[in-house]
C-alpha cells in the first residue's frame, strides 16, 4: 500500500461567521493571518521539496474554518492553485473540512471540478441540545443531509467529533458515535475539548460554569470510541489538536490553552 502524505493549508475563520463556544480557530491552527493563493503554492512546493518517498499519494488539505463558506472566487482561487498540482501529476487530491449547513449540490458540484476527494464535517456532537448550548449554529438534521449528499456524489465522507463540550456526557458522546456510524464516514477525528483563551468557554471556565474532563476520563472515552469505530471499519485519524507553539500545557509559556483534558 502507498505511503500518504496530507499537505496541511489552514484557512482559519475564514468564511466562518458562527461563533462557536469552545473554538477560536487563530489560535487553533497558530496562524493568524489569510491564505493567499501564493500561501498555497509556497506550502505545497516547501511540502513537496521535503518528501522522501516520492511516490507516496499527496494530497492538500485545506484545514479549520469552513471552507465551502468562504467568499466562492476566493475558494476557487485556493482550489485552482492546488489543482494546477494534480493536473501536473504533483499531487494526487484534495481534502477540505467544513461545517454540515454550508453543503449544497451546486457547492458539491464546483468541488467536484477541482478533484476534491475527501470532504470532512464538523459535526462535534448528534444531540441538539449539546449543539445549541455551544453556539453550533446546526443541528443533527443538517449532518445527516449533507452527509447523504457527500456519500451521493461521490467522495469520501469524514466526521469530527468532540468529547466533553458543556452538558455532553459519555453516553453523548457513544450515542453521536453510533448514530454517525450510521452515516457511513470511512474517516474520523475525536477532538477533547480544550479551554482556549478568548473563547465563551474560557468564560464559563473561569465562571466555574464548565468543568473539562479529567485527563483519565477524556482517555477512556477515546478509547472506547477509537474501538467502536474500528468494529465499524471507519478509521481514527486524529485524536486531539495538534500542537503548535501556542497549542500546548496550559503550563508552558505563550500557551493559548487555559485548561485542557489531553496533550
Ligand atoms: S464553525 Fe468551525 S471555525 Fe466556525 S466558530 Fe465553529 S468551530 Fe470555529
Same mark, same amino acid.
Given at each position: 500500500m502507498k505511503k500518504q502524505y496530507v499537505i496541511p493549508i489552514f484557512v482559519p475563520h475564514l468564511g466562518c461567521v458562527n461563533?462557536?463556544?469552545?473554538?477560536?480557530q487563530r489560535k487553533i491552527s497558530g496562524q493568524m493571518k489569510n491564505v493567499t493563493v501564493q500561501d498555497v503554492k509556497n506550502t505545497i512546493e516547501s511540502y513537496l521539496d521535503c518528501?522522501?518517498?516520492?511516490?507516496a499519494y499527496k494530497e492538500v488539505a485545506f484545514f479549520g474554518g469552513s471552507f465551502t463558506g468562504i467568499d466562492v472566487e476566493l475558494q476557487n482561487q485556493l482550489l485552482g492553485a492546488a489543482y494546477e498540482y494534480i493536473q501536473a501529476k504533483k499531487i494526487d487530491g484534495i481534502r477540505i473540512s467544513t461545517r454540515p449547513?454550508?453543503?449544497d449540490k451546486q457547492t458539491l458540484k464546483r468541488l467536484k471540478k477541482f478533484k476534491v476527494k475527501t470532504i470532512e464535517l +464538523?459535526?462535534?456532537?448528534?444531540?441538539d441540545y449539546i449543539l445549541s448550548k455551544c453556539k453550533r449554529g446546526h443541528t443533527y438534521q443538517d449532518v445527516k443531509k449533507a452527509s447523504h449528499l457527500i456519500r451521493w456524489f461521490g467522495f469520501t465522507l469524514g466526521h469530527q467529533m468532540m468529547v466533553?463540550?458543556?452538558?455532553?456526557t459519555r453516553l453523548d458522546e457513544l450515542n453521536t458515535a453510533r448514530e454517525l456510524a450510521k452515516l457511513k464516514p470511512k474517516i474520523m477525528r475525536i477532538y477533547p475539548v480544550l479551554v482556549i483563551r478568548g473563547t465563551q468557554l474560557e468564560q464559563e471556565y473561569r465562571n466555574g460554569e464548565f468543568e473539562p474532563l479529567e485527563l483519565n476520563q477524556a482517555v477512556e472515552i477515546c478509547k472506547e470510541l477509537s474501538q467502536f469505530f474500528e468494529r465499524k471499519r471507519?478509521?481514527?485519524?486524529?485524536? +486531539?489538536l495538534q500542537s503548535t507553539d501556542t497549542i500546548i500545557h496550559p503550563e508552558k509559556a505563550g500557551s493559548e490553552v487555559i485548561a485542557r483534558s489531553i496533550s
Open positions: 461563533e462557536c463556544t469552545f473554538c477560536n518528501l522522501k518517498d516520492k511516490n449547513d454550508y453543503i +464538523g459535526v462535534q456532537s448528534t444531540n466533553g463540550l458543556p452538558e455532553s471507519i478509521k481514527v485519524i486524529r485524536i +486531539g
